[in-house]
């Protein structure tokens, strides 16, 4: 169809403008903050300020006494409550489970990170909370922190006495090829090594967290009101294993959400704390983080450290890949934490290569630390930036262009579907075609034009290239159960048609910034041929969604899209039925297009209005053999992962007077099959993209050898701004569609994210061998003016 | 308690503070505006943004009784008086220099206020003049080319015109 044809439907491919930015343009957006309930209390945690500690006392009987204090909380109010829960179990490679230590809502006897929570004041204002919280004594023996990993593993202090280690789990990928890839090694003509770190970031959605917990005594009803990404899946965890409220009586509403990245998946103690201090209290308790608080209570994300080593033939073929990873894990297993470095890392590293044989190892251990769980990309960014930096560094080695030693070790365009060492089957792709449209795109041609007019201008050009892959849509649950998974991982929908012809959609997936009232609109409107303004998507509030798991893992459109378009099918069906009778005719015979239905072969007709009132007033209907109304449901678990791919350019100047890194252009050139509307396909990678790139040059998340998180605010954490970056030229033609869900796409909320940072890392090592700095073989990220400049001398 | 007036949007709010109370605490708790966000306490992030006289300026940075009697334009003031968007939120939308939203007012009234002081910005200048508004969803291409567009730059540099 031709480009403005599709714009003027609205249906899919077209750049419809989004309907939800009227509200937040306005200010009229309704996110979690903006909810006060009629007699509302404010709650103040009192949170750990050492790292590690036990708990000698607390008094709060001054702070009980001061004014509008309803009551202090501490652990004994919640003794009756459960663990918050780890939803993934991870079996490591002696057969054993892995470690899992109680995660109380409130600390019992010890306090384990800085921002483990002690006690909580709820007063009739914030102020009162907080000026009550200051007369709380609670005494601490502070005890040594354990902050390294490897000494963390080798003895020592233990964050969980009870687990006898640190040692959460050894995990190792795939076991049953660790002798073969030791003999590839042996045998290799060429082994590249290299030592890296995955620094810990901070997610710093714009929204800091917010709960709201409300009881209505007569209904024995709770509802939580959060900033979550899935409210049913707090539903699940929180209500099933922590408060023990049945799912009929627990009502979990998400509204606008002000952007998550990872950070609110997970399941946290303040939702349970407001929801279960509101039942004992019996009035609603409200709970606002400070951003100051975030950088304490929200999950962080990576912290992994890293050797990597790559066989290679004397034909520079990749034979092996083993490596050997520490990823922290914080001082609790957050919801989703032992999925990210095993399953969502282990099974990308064979990346866009047909390398056969990989070993890879995890072991993952507890620090005195925030706990750490899925940040954007959640372990493919980890595998992707090894695996990447691997490649330049091997190509560098031997003397080859990075270019071309990757597209000899690329899954070649007829391998797919393409069965990797590491367990996962790749359905579509074509590496070779997103490479040769990223050289056309950066103007790679021209690269060397471009670092001389820079070297007259005293800088360093460097060009750095990453070829990434990554898993989306995780799935099917009856494969992620075995891995470990405690839940499922399908999505589902509801599409009610109303009688008038207009379309509600339900569906679990939920928008925190994604634009899904727009896109999911105009699959539909595309799929029935009505406008799209006649369809409205309602999700976030597990009272009118029959079940959810969310958005995470670039899953939306691929897994809850897909359950929408299983749904919408059935309403097709059926209005096809009600056609068929008002228009006696054969139910084969009837066609739908552009909202008619119409008799092949004959000029009989009609219009969709015509049959959805037909259903609701069902005068002239198959009442014998077909039920009023339409409205569907259907529940859809994929049957594999997706997988976008993609070629990513970064051309930096550093200042080698300073070690200053500028990103002068950023190219990238995604497969993610299918895309619904291009223009917020665009947005996503934009802002994948900053978010990587800040991870390579900017955002650092510090502490101290005592556990002192020293990078706590926006003043120390250096979150990119708007004169980090260039102008991002970015593009999706090279598409294979996803063979396997019923849209074709695979997701693109991650990629940016994923590719970016090796190919910066990459580009700033390239300048500084062509500026003389040939012994510089690695620069940790980020890539900071004082990590150059030292890496420089020598 | 000290009770606080000044003029939001152009009409009269008057409520109770005390002396610690900030003018985003006024005007979200007190005026009931929920537009303008906080997303930060050391004012880094921006998303408070309003217009004081006239100024942008963070309302988690300032007193609600420091400012008595001012004029305060939030981001419900931004649209015309029919409730359509102005030319630089329908630039915003036109853009999709908005994801999440939550920055998005505080974005809108810096960025009002950057065309306010200099009407035709290079790109360099409105990467420059946002630098004290975090955006952590677009990383900021979309917003760049919503301010080129709403200064009428839209066929210049050949980025807002893509």
Known sequence: MPKDEIANKGGIGASTKRREDLRFLTGKGRYTDDINIRGQLYAHFIRSEVAHGRIISIDASAAEAMPGVAKVFTSADFAQAGSIPCGWQVT??????????????????????????????????????????????????????????????AGGDLVHEELGSNL???????????????????????????????????????????????FEEWTGQHTLYTTSQNPHVIRLLMGAFV????????????????????????????????TKAAHILKRPVKWTSTRSEAF??????????????????????????????????????????????????????????????????????????????????????????????????????????????????FIQPDQFPYQTPVAVVYDTGNYQATLDKLVEMADVAGFEARAAESKSRGKLRGFGLAHYIEACGIAPSNLVGQLGARAGLYESASVRVNATGSITVFTGSHSHGQGHETTFAQVVSDMIGIDASQIEIVHGDTSNTPMGMGTYGSRSLAVGGSAMVKATNKIINKAKKIAAHLMEASEADIELKDGVFTVAGTDKSKTWVDVTLAAYVPHNYP??????????????????????????????????????????????????????????????????????????????????????????????????????????????????????????????????????PPAVINAVLDALHRGGFTHVTHIDMPASPSRVWAAMQR | ????????????????????????????????????????????????????????????????????????????????????????????????????????????MASAALLANNPRPTEAEIRHGLEGNICRCTGYHNIVKAVLQASGQTDTQGVAAE
């Open chain 1, 623 to 756: 009442l014998e053999n077909l039920e009023p109304g339409l409205e569907e449901t259907a529940f859809y678990d994929p049957s594999n992962f997706t997988y976008p791919a993609g070629a990513y350019g970064c051309e930096v100047e550093v200042d080698p007077e300073t070690g200053k890194v500028e990103v002068v252009a950023f190219s990238a050139a995604d497969d993610f099959g299918n895309v619904v509307n291009p223009m917020i396909v665009e947005g996503q990678v934009h802002g994948g993209l900053a978010q990587g790139i800040g991870q390579a040059l900017l955002e650092h998340c510090v502490y101290d050898e005592n556990g002192q998180l020293l990078s706590g605010s926006y003043m120390d954490y250096a979150m990119p701004r708007a004169d980090d970056f260039p102008m991002f030229q970015v593009d999706h033609s090279c598409a294979t569609p996803c063979t396997h869900n019923p849209l074709g796409v695979k997701g693109c909320g991650e990629a940016g994210a994923i590719g970016s």
């Open chain 1, 296 to 409: 304490v209570t929200d999950a962080h994300g990576r912290d992994h450290v890293t050797k990597i080593q790559l066989a290679l033939d004397a034909q520079n073929n990749f034979t092996a890949l083993r490596t050997d990873t520490y990823a922290n894990m914080g001082a609790y297993l957050s919801t989703f934490a032992p999925s990210v470095p095993t399953w969502l890392h282990g099974t990308l590293m064979a990346g866009n290569y047909k390398t056969p044989l990989i070993y890879v190892n995890v072991k993952a251990v507890f620090t005195n630390t925030v706990p750490v769980d899925a940040y954007r990309g959640a372990g493919r960014p980890e595998a992707t930036f090894q695996l990447e930096r691997l490649v330049d560094q091997a190509a560098r080695e031997l003397g080859v262009s990075p270019f071309d030693l990757r597209r000899q070790n």
């Open chain 1, 92 to 153: 490591d490679r002696h057969g054993k489970a892995m470690l899992e230590p109680k995660h109380p809502i409130l600390a019992e006897g010890k306090v384990r990170h800085v921002g483990d929570p002690i006690a909580v004041v709820v007063a009739e204002t914030l102020d009162q909370a907080r000026d009550a919280a200051e007369a709380v004594v609670i005494e601490i023996e502070e005890l040594p922190a354990v902050m390294d990993m490897k000494a963390a593993v």
């Open chain 2, 1 to 108: 308690m000290t009770k606080v007036t000044m003029t939001v949007n152009g009409k009269a709010v008057s409520a109770e503070t005390e002396g610690r109370t900030l003018l985003v605490q006024f005007l979200r708790e007190g005026a009931g505006l929920t537009g303008t966000h906080v997303g930060c306490d050391t004012s880094q992030c921006g998303a408070c943004t309003v217009h004081v006289n006239g100024q942008a300026v963070k309302s988690c940075t300032i007193f609600a009784q420091d400012v008595a009697g001012a004029e305060v334009r939030t981001i419900e003031g931004m649209a015309h008086a029919d409730g359509s968007l102005n030319p630089l939120q329908q630039a915003f939308n036109d853009c999709h220099g908005l994801q999440c939203g939550f920055c998005t007012p505080g974005m809108v």
């Open chain 1, 168 to 214: 959460c789990f050894d995990w190792g990928f795939v076991e049953e090829n660790k002798a073969a890839v030791e003999e590839a090694f042996a045998k290799a003509a060429h082994v590249t090594t290299l030592e890296l770190v995955n620094n810990r970031l901070v997610a710093n959605p714009m929204e800091p967290r917010v709960a709201v917990g409300d």
């Open chain 1, 243 to 274: 408060l023990s409220i049945p799912e009929h009586k627990l009502r979990v509403v998400a509204p606008d959400v002000g952007g998550g990245f990872g950070s609110k998946i997970f399941h946290y103690a303040e939702e349970a704390f407001v």
